[in-house]
């Protein structure tokens, strides 16, 4: 907050008198380019729909990392990205979802997404992962000590199309598993 009182000339208790803290603010600024969002052709299937909508969050977020910390534990968000939800839950219940199941479904997809933001944009550096991948006990964990010197190539590989995809045709085969 001082930093940015700072780049606008102000004194940081002015902010202050427009948000309550730094997460307001980062929900104020999120909110604005949110609304200036060009929305992506969403397909007839629902089960494309779901998958249209994940990756557009995804890679909004992707573009805006300074957003993951207001936004990560899925309780905050803007409202002009509300059709967004609505368009993944609108699809799971044309896919039979009940209203509880297109919940669970929808907080399924936001923790892939914003959990393979964090693990890529979060505030852990990778060279801390690097170094620990090196110190792995082959007695006690074999197969992670195979994987760890082709994590980064395995790593490089991963594909958040692909794993959406996989996630959303996982709860459509097995929603009667997120009714719960």
């Given at each position: ?8 000339g102000?004194?940081p ?18 909110e604005a ?11 007839d299937?629902?089960?494309?729909r ?26 905050l968000f ?9 368009e ?5 219940a044309?896919?039979g979802?009940?209203?509880a199941?297109?919940?669970?479904g ?5 923790f ?8 890529r944009?979060?505030p852990?550096?990778?060279s801390v992962h690097?170094?620990?991948?090196t110190?792995?006990?082959?007695e006690?964990?074999?197969n ?17 199309t692909?794993?959406?995809?996989a996630l959303v ?6 929603n009667?598993?997120t009714?719960g």
């Open positions: 907050m001082r930093r940015l009182a700072e780049e606008i102000c004194a208790m002015a902010l202050y008198g427009h948000v309550d803290d730094k997460v307001g603010l980062l929900l104020l600024i999120l380019e949110a609304q200036e969002l060009e929305w992506p052709d969403f397909p299937a629902p089960r494309e779901i998958i249209t909508a994940a990756l557009f969050i995804h890679d909004t977020l992707a573009d805006r990392t300074w957003a993951l910390e207001a936004v990560w534990p899925g309780e803007a409202y002009a990205v509300l059709p967004l939800a609505e993944i839950l609108a699809s799971l044309a896919c979802f009940t209203p199941a297109a919940v669970h929808y907080r399924s997809i936001w892939l997404i914003i959990g393979e933001l964090l693990a944009h979060g852990t550096p990778k690097k170094r620990r991948l110190q792995i006990n082959p006690t964990t074999p992670v000590d195979h994987l760890a010197s082709h994590w980064q190539e395995i790593d490089s590989s991963y594909s958040v692909d794993a959406i995809t045709d996982g709860l459509i085969a097995n009667d598993l009714a």
